[in-house]
């Protein structure tokens, strides 16, 4: 497996508020490279799956409903310890509680509208990649 990628979502808050380019020169500024791109919009069927792991919790009708109302942009980032620096990066998962600066301070609107995903282990990173790309779309 490797372990110096991660997949992050620009998500559909961060595409309505044009956001998407500022988030894009920070995740640049950061030093990944991008090795996977595009704006896509997920189903619910989708959204359901990508987020299997929550369905249990009572904000997942809200999460399901939010990540399916608009494009996002899918991407996957590669940079050495690229799944917990990026998380570094986009700061908690709460906006409220997110170092200064990071991407999720700085567009977050609430800890449901958080702006990003990102990957939180090397394998969810491969995981959520190969849901979004086929091999031919990674280069
Ligand atoms: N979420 C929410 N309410 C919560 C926790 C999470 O609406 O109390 C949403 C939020 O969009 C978050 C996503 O569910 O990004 C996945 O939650 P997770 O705990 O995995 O946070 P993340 O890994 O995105 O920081
Ligand atoms: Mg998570």
Redesign the pocket.
């Known amino acids: 497996m490797r372990t110096n990628r991660t997949f992050t979502m620009l998500?559909p808050d961060s595409v309505e508020k044009g956001h998407v380019g500022a988030i894009l020169e920070k995740i640049n500024a950061a030093g990944f490279r991008i090795v996977a791109m595009k704006l896509t919009q997920m189903t619910t069927a989708d959204a359901k799956a990508f987020?299997a792991?929550?369905k249990e919790?009572?904000?997942f009708g809200?999460?399901v409903e939010?990540?399916t109302r608009g494009p996002i942009v899918a991407a996957i980032l590669e940079k050495d310890n690229a799944v917990e620096d990026f998380?570094t990066l986009?700061g908690?998962?709460?906006p409220a509680d997110a170092a200064e600066g990071t991407i999720r301070k700085l567009y977050a609107a609430?800890?449901?509208?958080?702006a990003?995903?990102?990957s939180?282990s090397d394998e969810n990173a491969a995981i959520e990649g190969a849901f979004h790309f086929s091999g031919r779309e990674m280069f």
């Open positions: 998500k987020y792991i929550h919790r009572p904000f809200e999460l939010y990540m998380r986009i908690a998962t709460n609430s800890i449901g509208e958080n990003v995903h990102g939180d």
